[in-house]
């Protein structure tokens, strides 16, 4: 049950002061009444009017009461309250027919005919309570507006006085804020003054330190966005207040004083710059190499003389800071370098910049073969001439310059109709509205946060500068939900667009897009089918910041605020009163209360008529036109301008710094065929083409609780049903038509190094129809239904595709065949492949098809026919579930329970697994699949043990000692045989109140701190399952490295790998040559060293319980189970191994 959240105390003020006689909005109402809404009108009972004649007798108290609400918001200042003027409901006069409170007649008995009733002395009593109600309103209104006009005085004040001269505690630095002589003389003296001794506390508890660190990071992000935003004065501004004032002095960092400095620096202020140098030492701070390069910086924009510059280059040294790490170690733009290395020219004619290291080779030796530089190469061209691609560059550069993707829709009718074109004009008249409005409150909440910021305090104000006020509007109104959506994921989205747009701006004012260009151009000759190879260049690097939830909250509630529309869309005398579009409801998922934005039905049935004709999406949410960039780091790569992460993790595993360029940038394309099926399967009507799901008929003997299951079995199916027809939504038929023939998909990696695309909406993962390529599918024979036997495969949509592509290439000669669609070849059962090869199982190894065969071995069905062999043997000792389980055990009951047990499923997990197997057979009795679903997950668990006795020790060993790390407090990381670094980010949550006030207050779970313990329960059931994917992803990676060699094109998802028909041979040499060197590596023993030397303290801790834990760790850790016999040699000759 969603609960309606109509505000705080705002909110309660604002429904008291609401007219009773006016069912709309106030007359002048500002911020207050668009968070909060007007009040739903409703009908009362004849009892509900007593009562409220009752209420009255109150309503004196009741606005004093009020009064001093509105006094108590104004001084608290929680958020921003701008009331212009509120009109209190005044009671009705007699007579006047509003329906309103009367007092009540007295019965006058005997007496008859038209003469006055006296008044009694309750209704003197009301007369006067009438009077002094419109007293107390004419004097509130009366504070509200001299409230409301002192706000609009501190607006136009409080910018004109922005301090730049510091308060410093320190006398001995005061002495410098009035030099004698000039700020460049002063500054090497400043220099050599030791820094204050410092106040701060040394020991703090737990919760303080993460809530100071909190705090440090927003004024942090503070003032590098003053930097980007050019309020560099307003910056200097908040750092002089905080430093001036000792309690809050404590928040400051080294980094915020450097990033004043170097702003300032940028613009050469000499004497402001000595300002923050000096706040620098009296806060008891040393500058830093990113000090000295700000200074030296601002030296040579102003031609220093010499003699300053060799001082301070003399203290730098003092310091123990070298010269040549201010050109490898501080982030410098190469402008900013030339400029520091300007003024170091003037005392040092000879230096010169040290010159940059060899790009990074990664050493294992399983990628010798890749770096090595004899032997034949022969890597693959697109089958794109050089013009075309500059073309699509051109076209991708485009849309991420304008952030926004417009797709017109394949629902689009021919002709609207009337209603149709009326809904449109009305949907675009209320949104031209809304522009306007959130423009307004856009400026209003902008010039009232920097009121904020004048008053010494942090707030918003840069962060909402970062972006045109038109773009952010544009932004909100594209986010406006059509549907329910969570008021934390709509505010993260928002912060993340924010972010987005922002670093396209700056790379597009900075002039980094017109080299782009011509990198690109060099760049395409490597993939252009009609040029030669050359050395790749040199890519940008990205800077960036990290927003913070504030913003996206703050734009939300802006985007609530401001979004109104008439309560009835069909008055057209525009009579009808306001209404917001967007409530804010609680609602429950679990047991969490979360806050969910909620659209006026009116506005979702004014959509779905308007049904209008684009699509709108992010940039970065749709395939590219144009080859991807390759990776060079966690943050430069795939699109051309739009940020994206390398590595799909919780912030803080900023150590994954490996490539991605292993999976090369392959284009994806799509097949000509399938898309216009797609369409001709909507232009169908229902009852041709779409099949109608069976009758379901309740048996009459059925008793209640069995009615109950079945209704509950048929409800499952009909979502599974809808689930199905989803799958092939409108949209991506609508992406397929706007994308054209060719496009690309750039890919990331989780933690653990798996690959994914980029693109959530349009890719080849997922379900079918999606986009091919897709997997094969078998023959199937024809049934009575003719020409729709495909329909009856498990990926129809691309089976009919295959079947179309090899239709065409029968009527083609052999050599002429280029359209063929790639074909798949898939790992059995990939994660026990990997087991078996670890522990050098035999029966293991032939089960999943490394031992070569004649027929390909289905490891299901071993692990089924060895349960049913225990099951004959339990039969005959008289166990009844055995003996009902004849007949019953197949392949499919035991498939996902062997499938997942190498993801570490729980018996439990498993015993739900066979039960819903269980119960979709009609024939078994379904009051024994309690007792038979237990009875099955023992014996399946017996059963792998038998055949993967390796396998089983190998996970046990993972786990122990997953728990024995981080019962010791540390993750679980490694490093893959690649040198990918990986580390499970499993810790305790952290509940974290990140903003309060305004709508609702936003608390979210965080497990990226590295202070919090290690989830022990996460880590040591989620170590095997990642360990397996890092190892099949190491294996995917080799393989694509060598079929690039080879001058195949290749795709994969996870286990499944694609190439050209004509490649298959070639691939499937490579996977199996790549899959024994990746084994032959002593994986497990390399694990071992790595852990014994992270998580093995040396020397020996002191406390005996310590002690204890460490010995006992390192004896697990170096107790490395022992492979069997299998030569994994054998493995090139199965046939079966990839098919």
Known sequence: MSVLCWGRGAAGLRRALQPCGCPGLLAKEGILGGVCGPRRSSSASPQEQDQDRRKDWGHVELLEVLQARVRQLQAESVSEVVVNRVDVARLPERGSGDGGP?????????????????????AQRLEKDKRIQRMHMQQLEVNLQMQVQSQSEELKVWPKHLQVEPRLLSKQLAVFLAPESSWEEQLPRVLQEAPRKLRLAVGRAPSTQAQLSGQQQKLLAFFKCCLLTDHLPLAHHLLVTHHSQQRKQKLLTLDMYNTVMLGWARQGAFRELVYVLLMVKDAGLTPDLLSYAAILQCMGRRGQDAGTIERCLKQMSQEGLKLQALFTAVPLSAEEQATVLKAVHKVKRTFSLPPRPPPAVNTS??????????????????????????????????????????????????????????????????????????????????????VEVHKGRFSLYPFLCLLDEREVVQMLLQALPAQGESFTTLARELSARTFSRHVVQRRR???????????????????????????????????????????????????VQATRMPSSLDNRHGSSRLVPVLYHVYSFRNVQQIGILKPHPAYVQLLETAAEPTLTFEA???????????????HTGAFLLSPTKLMRTVEGATQHQELLETCPPTAARRSGRSHPTGQLRLACRPGLEAPQPEEAHLPQSATPARKAELAGSWRCQKVARRCTACGLRLYRLSLAQHLGQVFWLPHNMDFSGRTYPCSPHFNHLGSDGRCPPGPHCPPHPLSPQGRKWWMGAEEPWQTLACCMEVANAALLPPFSISRLRPLPQDGSCNGLQHYAALGRDSVGAASVNLEPSDVPQDVYSGVAAQVEVFRRQDAQRGTRVAQMLEGFITRKVVKQTVMTVVYGVTRYGGRLQIEKRLRELTDFPQEFVWEASHYLVRQVFKSLQEMFSGTRAIQHWLTESARLISHMGSVVEWVTPLGIPIIQPYRLEHKVKQVRGGIQSITYTHNGDISQKPNTRKQKNGFPPNFIHSLDSSHMMLTALHCYRKGLTFVSVHDCYWTHAADVAVMNQVCREQFVRLHSEPILEDLSRFLVSRFCPNPTPRKISQCWEASQLKETLQAVPKPGAFDLERVKHSTYFFS
């Open 620 to 634: 970065v949410d749709v395939p590219m036109l144009c080859p991807p960039l390759p990776w060079t780091s966690p």
């Open 102 to 122: 009367q007092p009540p007649r007295k019965v006058q008995r005997g007496a008859t005919g038209a003469s006055p009733v006296p008044r009694s002395g309750w």
């Open 365 to 450: 030796k399983l990628l010798r073969a890749v770096y090595a530089k004899d032997g034949p190469v022969s890597y693959p061209k697109l089958h794109l001439p050089l013009k075309t691609l500059q073309s699509l560059f051109e076209k991708q550069l485009c849309v991420e310059l304008a952030s926004k993707v417009c797709v017109v829709s394949v629902e689009k009718p021919a002709l609207p109709s009337e209603e149709v074109t009326h809904a449109r004009k009305t949907l675009q008249t209320l949104r031209d509205h809304w522009e306007k409005a959130l423009c307004r409150v856009l400026q209003e909440t902008k010039n009232h946060l920097e």
């Open 509 to 559: 004012l900075s002039g980094q897009v017109q080299a782009l260009e011509t990198y690109y151009r060099k760049y395409l000759h490597l993939l252009a089918s009609d040029t030669k190879v050359r050395r790749a260049p040199p890519l940008l690097l990205r800077q960036y910041w990290e927003m913070q939830m504030e913003l996206g909250k703050q734009l939300a509630e802006m985007l």
